[in-house]
């Protein structure tokens, strides 16, 4: 038996891409984000002094224009307004997932659903016990909530006044939020996780960090906050309730060297400093490491730290790593290495291996690899919190939808996760795959891009039923579980 008996097998979404429900909470960010696609980046419509209309676009890190508004266009249409009504449908969601035999599902809030503007004096009581009414659901069938607090979502109000996490009073709001759901919660949640792929916040756009900038000195300093005000809330939580777990999330896209030539290997190291144990350093040893200091100085960046910053990331280190899994990249010094465009997670093309439709290289052993690089450098216990395949599911004629390349990606990965767990003895708490029921693509705003065992019906201009059908992969997931991962054919 490879798995403890308290793996904690399920799915993982995130609040702006399932649950719609807009008039039920205040605008965030990700709500004036339009849909893009693979060639295409998302936009945010905005307004220039002059009364003329243009965009930024998110991924690009364009600079709001002086004086510029942002707003909502009623020509263009925006995907997080109604997503998959997850709002209206959980319990039918959450029943799917207690049929797959899920032992915990992974989910977001939507900050603005608990505080609609940010700076309410009082929390939502609607909001609140919306999520009660989620938590319960899922308690009912033997699903452990695992809570991310923050999953790419800012309050649109304080945007305005803050002018983002660059404002270390986005901090105070935030751990007011936390406070309210620590509290509220204690009792229904006990895994938690502070911010979503926080190493990807940098270059996130308007939507993680609440305002747009291509001035890098900003926008490590909005990480700063960040980097504060997530280890405050691991301390908070410890002080609510000690039996909270709280982990760190990471976006790991891990590279290999492109050669042999040493030139390629310290670049793939400086590489995998900047972009990802920068992150788990601080989440994890609770300081700044020294390589990070420096190439930060030497980009000219000169952060404002507080003397108690570095009290409270010491005292807000986690109980564990939460890491997503897609895809894996290439260190090269070639100045003419080609780069997948559009999407959130851009890596450099492998030769060795195959990619997705959307240009995703698909690599099961570079998980074991990330398991065991990351365990070995920290010794905490993991946790897989997202994997899995985002493509085109077409039903046939009878409309089943028969998703053997999905069953397949999945197989592989979790073959190459066995293996880290029996042979190389990570510690690993569990395996949420990503999107469980079809949800809108957070890099491209399509809907297109599937990564569900329930297909939804609609499309990625927001026509369809939204009706769920379970595709073949679904089965294929119960039996996993139900062996507590010994059956993987
Ligand atoms: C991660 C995010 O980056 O990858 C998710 O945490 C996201 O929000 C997932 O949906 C897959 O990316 P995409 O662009 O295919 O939705």
């Given at each position: 038996?490879?798995?403890?008996?308290?793996?904690?097998?399920?799915?993982?979404?995130?609040?702006?891409?399932?649950?719609?429900?807009?008039?039920?909470?205040?605008?965030?960010?990700?709500d004036?984000?339009?849909?893009?696609?693979?060639?295409?980046?998302?936009?945010?419509?905005?307004?220039?002094?002059?009364?003329?209309?243009?965009?930024?676009?998110?991924?690009?890190?364009?600079?709001?224009?002086?004086?510029?508004?942002?707003?909502?266009?009623?020509?263009?249409?925006?995907?997080s307004?109604?997503a998959?009504?997850?709002?209206?449908?959980?319990?039918?969601d959450?029943?799917?997932?207690?049929?797959?035999?899920?032992?915990?599902?992974?989910?977001?809030l939507?900050?603005?659903?608990?505080?609609?503007?940010?700076?309410?004096?009082?929390?939502?009581?609607?909001?609140?016990?919306?999520?009660?009414?989620?938590?319960?659901?899922?308690?009912?069938?033997?699903?452990?909530?695992?809570?991310?607090?923050?999953?790419?979502?800012?309050?649109?109000?304080?945007?305005?006044?803050?002018?983002?996490?660059?404002?270390?009073?986005?901090?105070?709001?935030?751990?007011?939020?936390?406070?309210?759901?620590?509290?509220?919660?204690?009792?229904?949640?006990?895994?938690?996780?502070?911010?979503?792929?926080?190493?990807?916040?940098l270059?996130n756009?308007?939507?993680?960090?609440?305002?747009?900038?291509?001035?890098?000195?900003?926008?490590?300093?909005?990480?700063?906050?960040?980097?504060?005000?997530?280890?405050?809330?691991?301390?908070?939580?410890?002080?609510?309730?000690?039996?909270?777990?709280?982990?760190?999330?990471?976006?790991?896209?891990?590279?290999?060297?492109?050669?042999?030539?040493?030139?390629?290997?310290?670049?793939?190291?400086?590489?995998?400093?900047?972009?990802?144990?920068?992150?788990?350093?601080?989440?994890?040893?609770?300081?700044?490491?020294?390589?990070?200091?420096?190439?930060?100085?030497?980009?000219?960046?000169?952060?404002i730290?507080?003397?108690?910053d570095?009290?409270?990331?010491?005292n807000?280190?986690?109980?564990?790593?939460?890491?997503?899994?897609?895809?894996?990249?290439?260190?090269?010094?070639?100045?003419?290495?080609?780069?997948?465009?559009?999407?959130q997670?851009?890596?450099?093309?492998?030769?060795?291996?195959?990619?997705?439709?959307?240009?995703?290289?698909?690599?099961?052993?570079?998980?074991?690899?990330?398991?065991?690089?990351?365990?070995?450098?920290?010794?905490?216990?993991?946790?897989?919190?997202?994997?899995?395949?985002?493509?085109?599911d077409?039903?046939?004629?009878?409309?089943?939808?028969?998703?053997?390349?999905r069953?397949?990606?999945?197989?592989?990965?979790?073959?190459?996760?066995?293996i880290?767990?029996?042979?190389?003895?990570?510690?690993?708490?569990?395996?949420?795959?990503?999107?469980?029921?079809?949800?809108?693509?957070?890099?491209?705003?399509?809907?297109?891009?599937?990564?569900?065992?329930?297909?939804?019906?609609?499309?990625?201009?927001?026509?369809?039923?939204?009706?769920?059908?379970?595709?073949?992969?679904?089965?294929?997931?119960k039996?996993?579980?139900?062996?507590?991962?010994?059956?993987?054919?």
């Open positions: 038996m490879s798995f403890k008996e308290s793996f904690l097998w399920g799915g993982a979404s995130a609040a702006s891409q399932v649950e719609g429900g807009l008039t039920h909470r205040g605008l965030a960010t990700y004036f984000m339009t849909a893009g696609n693979k060639n295409t980046p998302r936009k945010v419509s905005i307004i220039l002094k002059d009364g003329t209309k243009d965009f930024v676009y998110n991924f690009r890190k364009d600079d709001l224009p002086v004086g510029a508004q942002i707003e909502l266009n009623d020509q263009l249409y925006y995907p307004h109604e998959i009504d997850f709002y209206g449908h959980y319990k039918e959450i029943a799917l997932m207690a049929e797959m035999g899920f032992k915990c599902y992974r989910m977001s939507a900050w603005t659903r608990i505080y609609p503007n940010g700076d309410d004096a009082l929390p939502s009581e609607e909001g609140l016990q919306f999520y009660d009414d989620v938590f319960d659901e899922c308690l009912k069938y033997g699903i452990e909530p695992m809570v991310t607090t923050v999953h790419f979502d800012y309050p649109f109000h304080l945007s305005k006044k803050l002018g983002g996490w660059i404002n270390r009073a986005s901090i105070d709001y935030y751990l007011k939020y936390c406070f309210t759901i620590f509290t509220r919660y204690q009792h229904k949640v006990k895994y938690w996780l502070t911010f979503n792929e926080i190493n990807l916040l270059n756009g308007y939507r993680s960090l609440g305002f747009c900038s291509s001035n890098e000195q900003e926008r490590y300093q909005a990480l700063h906050h960040i980097f504060v005000a997530s280890a405050k809330a691991v301390a908070l939580a410890r002080s609510i309730n000690p039996k909270f777990k709280i982990g760190m999330m990471l976006a790991n896209i891990m590279s290999y060297p492109e050669t042999c030539n040493p030139k390629d290997q310290l670049y793939c190291m400086e590489t995998a400093r900047m972009t990802r144990y920068f992150y788990t350093d601080i989440q994890c040893r609770g300081e700044y490491p020294a390589y990070v200091l420096n190439a930060i100085k030497k980009k000219g960046i000169d952060l730290m507080e003397e108690s570095r009290k409270s990331l010491k807000g280190t986690v109980d564990f790593i939460g890491f997503s899994y897609y895809n894996t990249s290439v260190a090269t010094t070639r100045k003419d290495k080609k780069v997948t465009e559009g999407n997670m851009m890596a450099v093309e492998n030769p060795y291996l195959e990619k997705s439709e959307w240009g995703w290289t698909i690599d099961p052993i570079g998980l074991r690899l990330s398991l065991n690089d990351l365990y070995s450098r920290y010794q905490l216990p993991l946790m897989i919190v997202e994997n899995g395949l985002g493509t085109i077409t039903p046939n004629e009878s409309g089943q939808i028969i998703d053997d390349y069953i397949n990606y999945l197989r592989q990965h979790l073959m190459q996760m066995k880290a767990v029996e042979e190389d003895g990570v510690d690993l708490m569990g395996y949420t795959l990503w999107g469980p029921i079809d949800l809108i693509s957070s890099g491209t705003g399509e809907m297109s891009k599937r990564y569900g065992l329930v297909y939804v019906d609609l499309d990625d201009e927001g026509n369809g039923t939204k009706k769920r059908i379970k595709k073949k992969s679904f089965d294929w997931y039996e996993v579980i139900q062996s507590n991962g010994e059956i993987l054919e």
